[in-house]
Nanobody
């Protein structure tokens, strides 16, 4: 299992930007597919983006969010631009030792989450 620690959340106005980071422990980071999920208030956890050899995005963030990774730093990022109030959620980083997936149940390692609040 890999240990994950998210950072970069906060309060931002609609239209603004934030960059989330997820630092992973371990020496085999480049073997993991990494995903970002979010849980809006009162709702189920939902897929945001994932990266392995390719990337995948949920339709509601496509064109606004960008996932990337730096294997030398064992870190995955989520650049969030043109933020909307409906992006308000706790954002979680996740890892799986296989190809990328959009399903939260496929991921075995999770961070503690970071709060993102977008004001209107």
């Amino acid at each position: 299992q890999v240990q994950l620690v998210e950072s970069g959340g906060g309060l931002v106005q609609a239209g603004g930007s934030l960059r989330l980071s997820c630092a992973a422990s371990g020496r085999t980071f480049n073997s993991y597919a990494m995903g970002w999920f979010r849980q809006p208030p009162g709702k189920e956890r939902e897929f945001v983006a994932a990266i392995a050899a390719s990337t995948s995005y949920a339709d509601y963030v496509k064109g606004r969010f960008t996932i990337s990774r730096d294997n030398a730093k064992n870190t995955v990022y989520l650049q969030m631009d043109s933020l909307k109030p409906e992006d308000t959620a706790v954002y979680y980083c996740a890892a799986r030792l296989s190809r990328l997936s959009t399903r939260s149940g496929d991921y075995g390692s999770w961070g503690q989450g970071t709060q993102v609040t977008v004001s209107s």
